[in-house]
Each structure stands twice: as structure tokens, then as C-alpha cells.
């Protein structure tokens, strides 16, 4: 396919690889999950169903990504562990940060049934995430030390709070009352005052959950005379442990002396400053224009199990388009999206201070909500299709310095729209009238835009007349709109934003002197 004038744009994308040694580890956490946990009811400190839930998510993952071979989680987060030799997506920091979130999210969506059959999920859920580098592994030991132990003094002190609110105080009252309390303190406040043994609460409560991967025997098929074929499956378990940065627990498995290597001493004093300064973090450049640009990953084979129609299949086009819709509506610094396929690009206002324009961040909040709301709207554009197998998409941010060189990278997505749908609408055409794949490509071959135009004349079909969201994408904005409220009585006029899709030529200038609000 023929190159573009704009593709010089592609060289202000980044290169964000972790280099070896360095152990890859994404830590995800909930975006705002306490008003979601109060949205949604879920019971106070711990509501068992909903870290079940997430521990379905994990092992979910796990069995996705084979290069995972270690999580550990406790309330809305989960950290996931790459062995040491992997080399997922060229260990590329952006790529896989945002398949773990969207998977993660779409997971919790999708599962979200099985665990509170009786609540319907009243917005989507959202992960934040980031990438630890860990440079050896005594850095990843104390790591997950770090980890253990904010799950078990996030968990006391909950407990305590909730009980003393249970009891007759206020939010704010037990929060006095906890101020400055050491570990023994709280645990003699919540068996003096409330008969509570901190010790006997749940495993899961007070250590978090450990899942990972074994290699254990099973049945595949059986033999002509009866017996039994074995082979060897990864299998996920979820363990409970008191220490699970320590060498009584670590070194007894395997897999993971294996995958990552041995703890060799336990850990001492935890430096959570230490740990944080191997976050792989690109704070992006200040006063230049954010782009997030997201991919469905493996969207060939999701299109083919779900039967999506060939060349184009205008459900799946606007289920993409509603989730862009969200997105602005969420997200207020996202000023314009353009989407074509099972691709989005957003663009951030240029003074933004989202997530203080940390990459991983915006990146892992955009990706995620996306891929919860794709879930959550599927069953309004495919209302007889089962959703077989969880979506996800990867994604990434790249800053442009000035308007002319984002609406230049707006123009080359549009570009790219255009080529692809004329070479598919060419290809499935001759399908369709009977030539094989192989020989459909040997035709397009070298060929074109008026040579495929003129291979479409023969089928009847007139390119240029084809709706114009197959041939120009989607692009998705806010313009200004007047309502009428009702109030005391009586009508007042205001300005409200709406968001909308149009399908047009963004290339031409006319477009953004129509809407000079986008980008002014």
C-alpha cells in the first residue's frame, strides 16, 4: 500500500523499552473505586464477592499472558510479574501496560455477573496502572514486602474505622481517634472495644492473595484401549501466605525459582522510597498537544469469532463510536477523538495536567474505560450475539509540539482509513465472487486507488458512494447546544456541551475552521 505525505508524524512516537535485566512488573489499581465500591454496595471493610472477583480477573490474565508467572493482590490492586527472560511485546513499557489494564477491566466487566448476579454494574469500572522495573531480584522481594505490608496496615486500620462508624461515630470522628495508633493499638482497640481477634479475620483480608502458575498432571484424551494420556498443564492456584516476600514461602515453588530466581535472605526494614524510584514513568512534555492512540489487539480473529461482516460491519463500527462517546463525556481534557476501524486516536487538550501528564496514567485510565465500556455496550449493538472472549486494546501517548503537526498525524489516520477501506472493500469483493484469498491479493497487488475503483465498477459498486463512515472514519467532539431548563417557576436559556459523531474530511481545512473551538 502507498505511503502517505503525513507518516513523518510517526517519528514523535517514543521508544519506551525495558532493557534486561530489569524483572517487568504492572501494578494496576481502581481508579476512584471508593465511590465505586459506594455506588455499587459493596460491603465495608471487605467485601468478599468483589475480591473474588478480582482474583477471577487475575487468574484470567495469567492464563491469557503466559509470560506472567507471578500476582499478588489485595483490595482494588493487583501487581503482575513477567519472568525474567520474556519477551512480550519487545518488553515495549506502553504496550504492555495497556493489554494488562484493558484486559483486566474488560475481565471485571465481563465477569462481573458471576459474583453479584442480583446488581447490574452501574458504570464502568476503570484501572490505573504503571511499570516497576525491578533491577535485581532482591529489588522485586522488597517490593512485594512493600506490597504485603500496606495490605495488612490498609486493612487494620479499615477495620478498625468501619467498626468504630458501626458503632455510632462518624467518618471523621474515627479517623481522630485512629490518628497516630500503632499496630498494637488497633488490635487491642478492636478485641477491647468490639471482641474482635484481628488475627482470625479471613486470610484474604488481612494478606492479600498470591496467584501463579503450576505445571500439574492431567488427562488430555485416553488411549484405543482405555488408558489414560497425561500431560503436563499450567494450572492457577490462589495461596494465602504471611510473608510472601519471605524464603520460607518463595523458595518451595518451583516455577518461580525457575522463572525469576531465589530469594536468598528475608527482608528487613521496607524503603517504599527505595522501591519507587525504579517506576518506569515519562512524565510527557508540558504546553504540547496528547495524543492516546488505541489498537484493538488481535481484532482479526475477535471479528472472525464474533461473525462480524466483511469488509465492514457498521454495528461493530458504531459500538466503537459509543465508546469514544464515553470517553469524552468522562473525560473532560479529551477535546476530539478520530476513529476508524478498531482504532482510536484522543487528543488532550494542550494545557492539560491529567494525572499530571504522566504517560502510564493517562494511557492506563483511557485504555481501561474503554475497554469496560466496549463490554458494557456490547449487548445494545449485537443484542443476539454472545460476547465469547474478552476485547482488549493496546495503546500509547505521543505528544505533538504544534497544532499543525497534530491535525498533520490527523490527516495520516484519516489517510490510512481511506487506503485500508478501498483495499478491503477490492479484496472481499473478489471473495465473495469466488477467488481465493491468496489470488484476491495477487490482484490488488501494486495496484491503484483508480485500478481498485475500477475493479469495484465491475461488482456494481460505485467506491465514493459507500456511507461515508467506511470511507472517512469517525470523528467525535463536543459542540456548544442550547436547553431549556425549568426552574422556580420559570425557563432560562443555557450553553451545555454535547458530544457528537460526524463523518467528514478532517484532512481540509474547512473542517477545523467550522469547529475552531477544537483546537483554539
Known amino acids: 500500500m502507498a505511503n502517505s505525505k503525513y507518516e513523518y508524524v510517526k517519528s514523535f512516537e517514543a521508544n519506551d523499552e525495558v532493557m534486561f535485566p530489569n524483572l517487568i512488573v504492572v501494578r494496576i489499581d481502581g481508579r476512584d473505586f471508593r465511590r465505586f465500591s459506594e455506588v455499587h454496595e459493596f460491603e465495608r471493610p471487605n467485601d468478599e464477592k468483589a475480591l473474588n472477583l478480582m482474583n477471577a480477573c487475575a487468574i484470567s490474565v495469567l492464563?491469557?499472558?503466559?509470560?506472567?508467572?507471578?500476582?499478588?493482590?489485595?483490595?482494588?490492586?493487583?501487581?503482575?510479574?513477567?519472568?525474567?527472560?520474556?519477551?512480550?511485546?519487545?518488553?515495549?513499557?506502553?504496550?504492555?501496560?495497556?493489554?494488562?489494564?484493558?484486559?483486566?477491566?474488560?475481565?471485571?466487566?465481563?465477569?462481573?455477573?458471576?459474583?453479584?448476579?442480583?446488581?447490574?454494574?452501574?458504570?464502568p469500572p476503570t484501572f490505573n496502572g504503571r511499570v516497576i522495573c525491578c533491577a535485581t531480584i532482591e529489588v522485586l522481594q522488597e517490593y512485594l514486602a512493600w506490597r504485603q505490608n500496606?495490605?495488612?496496615?490498609?486493612?487494620?486500620?479499615?477495620?478498625?474505622?468501619?467498626?468504630?462508624?458501626?458503632?455510632?461515630?462518624?467518618?471523621?470522628?474515627?479517623?481522630?481517634?485512629?490518628?497516630?495508633?500503632?499496630?498494637?493499638?488497633?488490635?487491642?482497640?478492636?478485641?477491647?472495644?468490639?471482641?474482635?481477634?484481628?488475627?482470625?479475620?479471613?486470610?484474604?483480608?488481612?494478606?492479600?492473595?498470591?496467584?501463579?502458575?503450576?505445571?500439574?498432571?492431567?488427562?488430555?484424551?485416553?488411549?484405543?484401549?482405555?488408558?489414560?494420556?497425561?500431560?503436563?498443564?499450567?494450572?492457577?492456584r490462589i495461596l494465602h501466605s504471611e510473608n510472601i516476600a519471605g524464603r520460607s514461602f518463595w523458595n518451595v515453588h518451583q516455577n518461580l525459582l525457575k522463572q525469576l530466581?531465589?530469594?536468598?535472605?528475608?527482608?528487613?526494614?521496607?524503603?517504599?522510597?527505595?522501591?519507587?524510584?525504579?517506576?518506569?514513568?515519562?512524565?510527557?512534555?508540558?504546553?504540547?498537544?496528547?495524543?492516546?492512540?488505541?489498537?484493538?489487539c488481535h481484532f482479526h480473529r475477535f471479528c472472525d469469532v464474533h461473525a462480524f461482516e466483511k469488509p465492514n460491519d457498521v454495528q461493530a463500527l458504531n459500538l466503537m463510536n459509543s465508546c469514544a462517546v464515553a470517553v469524552l463525556e468522562e473525560f473532560q481534557d479529551v477535546i476530539f477523538s478520530y476513529g476508524v476501524s478498531d482504532e482510536y486516536s484522543f487528543v488532550l487538550k494542550k494545557d492539560s495536567k491529567f494525572l499530571q501528564r504522566q504517560a502510564s496514567g493517562i494511557v492506563s485510565a483511557i485504555v481501561s474505560f474503554f475497554s469496560s465500556m466496549y463490554v458494557?455496550?456490547?449487548?445494545?449493538?449485537?443484542?443476539?450475539?454472545?460476547?465469547?472472549?474478552?476485547?482488549?486494546?493496546?495503546?500509547?501517548?505521543?505528544?505533538?509540539?504544534?497544532?499543525?503537526?497534530?491535525?498533520?498525524?490527523?490527516?495520516?489516520?484519516?489517510?490510512?482509513?481511506?487506503i485500508n477501506?478501498?483495499?478491503?472493500?477490492?479484496?472481499?469483493?473478489?471473495?465473495?465472487?469466488?477467488?481465493?484469498?491468496?489470488?484476491?491479493?495477487?490482484?490488488?497487488?501494486?495496484?491503484?486507488?483508480?485500478?481498485?475503483?475500477?475493479?469495484?465498477?465491475?461488482?456494481?459498486?460505485?467506491?465514493?458512494?459507500?456511507?461515508?463512515?467506511?470511507?472517512?472514519?469517525?470523528?467525535?467532539?463536543?459542540?456548544?447546544?442550547?436547553?431549556?431548563?425549568h426552574e422556580y417557576g420559570s425557563s432560562v436559556e443555557k450553553l451545555r456541551n454535547k458530544v457528537i459523531v460526524e463523518y467528514c474530511n478532517i484532512i481540509e481545512q474547512s473542517f477545523w475552521e467550522a469547529h475552531p473551538g477544537i483546537l483554539d
Not at 478498625?160 to 493499638?185: D, F, M, N, P
Not at 497544532?403 to 490527516?411: F, K
Not at 481498485?452 to 470511507?471: C, E, H, T, V
Open 63 to 123: 492464563e491469557e499472558y503466559p509470560d506472567i508467572v507471578f500476582s499478588y493482590g489485595f483490595s482494588d490492586e493487583y501487581s503482575f510479574v513477567f519472568k525474567k527472560t520474556t519477551k512480550f511485546y519487545q518488553r515495549r513499557a506502553s504496550k504492555i501496560l495497556s493489554l494488562i489494564v484493558s484486559f483486566f477491566s474488560s475481565i471485571y466487566a465481563t465477569k462481573w455477573k458471576e459474583f453479584f448476579p442480583m446488581k447490574d454494574m452501574r458504570y
Open 261 to 296: 530466581g531465589c530469594f536468598a535472605e528475608d527482608i528487613g526494614k521496607i524503603n517504599p522510597d527505595y522501591i519507587r524510584s525504579f517506576l518506569f514513568e515519562n512524565k510527557l512534555m508540558p504546553s504540547t498537544w496528547i495524543v492516546i492512540r488505541i489498537d484493538g
Open 421 to 485: 477501506n478501498q483495499y478491503n472493500t477490492c479484496f472481499w469483493a473478489l471473495v465473495k465472487s469466488g477467488k481465493s484469498k491468496s489470488d484476491a491479493q495477487n490482484t490488488l497487488k501494486g495496484t491503484q486507488a483508480l485500478e481498485k475503483n475500477q475493479i469495484l465498477a465491475q461488482f456494481g459498486i460505485d467506491y465514493n458512494a459507500l456511507p461515508a463512515i467506511l470511507r472517512q472514519g469517525s470523528s467525535v467532539f463536543s459542540v456548544k447546544e442550547d436547553v431549556v431548563i
Open 150 to 236: 500496606d495490605c495488612h496496615a490498609n486493612n487494620q486500620y479499615n477495620t478498625c474505622l468501619w467498626k468504630l462508624v458501626e458503632s455510632g461515630k462518624t467518618e471523621k470522628e474515627a479517623q481522630e481517634i485512629l490518628k497516630g495508633t500503632q499496630k498494637q493499638e488497633k488490635n487491642e482497640l478492636l478485641f477491647q472495644e468490639f471482641g474482635v481477634n484481628y488475627k482470625k479475620l479471613p486470610e484474604m483480608f488481612r494478606q492479600g492473595s498470591c496467584v501463579f502458575m503450576t505445571q500439574e498432571e492431567d488427562i488430555a484424551k485416553y488411549s484405543e484401549n482405555g488408558t489414560p494420556v497425561k500431560r503436563l498443564r499450567r494450572k492457577a
Open 376 to 418: 458494557m455496550n456490547w449487548k445494545s449493538f449485537f443484542p443476539q450475539k454472545e460476547l465469547k472472549y474478552t476485547p482488549s486494546f493496546d495503546g500509547r501517548a505521543i505528544c505533538y509540539p504544534s497544532s499543525e503537526i497534530l491535525r498533520d498525524y490527523l490527516a495520516w489516520r484519516q489517510v490510512d482509513c481511506h
